[in-house]
């Protein structure tokens, strides 16, 4: 442990040896991974491989059966709700589904952690979450109703209120999931371009491997709960790793 804390005193993620089985399936086997303050990793890898779980374990919604988590350098396993509560302060999630609030307006679900989580006026709230808003592209539909809005724009709210709260961290689980190739493509250029603009760490868990190789920093594959490869995108396609190749080949 003591060596493990000294490799990632520097990180903003750090895990080590993680491990989590439902009954009998083991979907994380001994995971580990260092993610650098800005720094964007994609994880990739087939429906069932772990990748949301991960996500799950990493903001203490499940525990995991053995190894280490560390965000800015706090283990978070074994942590009480209000400390745990202090940490994901810092971090932004955006779901799969976006998860926005079917009875709020687009404007009212980017204010809704504001309003939570800080003692901003009305006033400053509104203006918090129109600028966010139209940074992401939905500054002319603040007032309408997630379900008036398509599964794309949905995502993009979803994003304007993972930021709300100015986090240094950020997880987006499928971020282009159900999208057509187009809407998917604006997706990702969104991602990047907020990446640049708020300099944040982030941890993408993904099947988009196109999306991927524009927004990530570095791509780790996953399969059956253990690390297949660990690199820059480039790497990836050179790999002779059998799950690896065929992987790059049906997205093709």
């Avoid at 499940?62 to 706090?74: L, S, W």
């Avoid at 504001?114 to 509104?126: M, V």
């Avoid at 240094?168 to 997706?187: C, H, K, Q, R, Y």
Wanted: aromatic share 6%; net charge negative.
């Amino acid at each position: 442990m003591t060596e493990f804390m000294d490799q990632n005193n520097q990180a903003d993620i750090a895990i080590e040896g993680l491990s989590k089985s439902f009954g009998t399936q083991k979907v994380l086997d001994g995971f580990s991974l260092s993610v650098a303050h800005g720094e964007t990793v994609a994880v990739l890898g087939r429906s069932g491989t772990g990748k949301s779980v991960l996500l799950r374990l990493l903001i203490g919604l499940q525990k995991p059966d053995a190894g280490h988590i560390r965000i800015q350098g706090q283990e978070i396993n074994g942590l009480e709700v209000k400390p745990l509560n202090e940490i994901r302060k810092k971090i932004g999630f955006l779901f799969q589904e976006g998860a926005l609030y079917d009875s709020l307006t687009v404007e009212q679900n980017v204010e809704f952690p504001l309003s939570r989580h800080t003692t901003l006026s009305a006033h400053e709230r509104k203006s918090r979450a129109l600028e966010l808003l139209e940074s992401v592209g939905m500054k002319d539909d603040v007032d309408k109703m997630p379900s008036q809005i398509s599964g794309g724009m949905q995502k993009r709210v979803g994003l304007a209120r993972a930021l709300a709260l100015g986090p240094a961290i950020v997880f987006l689980d499928e971020p282009t999931a159900g999208l057509d190739p187009i809407t998917a493509a604006e997706i990702g250029a969104l991602i990047s371009r907020l990446q640049e603009e708020h300099k944040m760490t982030s941890l993408v868990v993904t099947h988009d491997l196109h999306g991927a190789k524009h927004f990530a920093n570095r791509v780790v594959m996953l399969d059956h709960g253990k690390v297949l490869f660990e690199g820059r995108f480039d790497d990836l396609q050179k790999s002779t790793d059998p799950f690896v190749m065929q992987y790059l080949k049906d997205a093709a």
